[in-house]
């Protein structure tokens, strides 16, 4: 996987709820900060987070990808900043939300299983 293919399976991950999939793509002491203000430490806490966001208001929720601007540090590194539209969403009753904009920023790193984030923060944005 390249910088550029991580935005991609993220939104797949995402788009299909699948928590394990989507902490496969973070290192193994990643830290996630997710869209409803949770904090996890490690792939297991990411997984767990994401499943109780993928069990609530993103349970039938779709990113479809925007503007990406990615940042190259190094040879083996770079900054990730990735827009998103989420559609799906519902709320506790059931009822769809207006789709919104979110903002995937990630501290990315070539490891020995390919380009994964180190740090990762969603954040809903203003429209």
Partial sequence: ???EDFPRAFA??????DAPAIAALLDADADLVTPTGQHAEGRDAV???LSAEFAGVFRT?????????????GPQTALLAQRYVVAGARDAGGAELPRCSLLLTATLAATPQGWQALAAQLSMLAD
């Fill in 61 to 73: 929720a779709r990113l479809v990808k925007g503007k990406l601007k990615l940042r190259p540090l």
């Fill in 12 to 17: 797949s991950a995402f788009s299909t709820q």
């Fill in 47 to 49: 997984t767990d987070a």
């Fill in 1 to 3: 996987m390249t910088p």
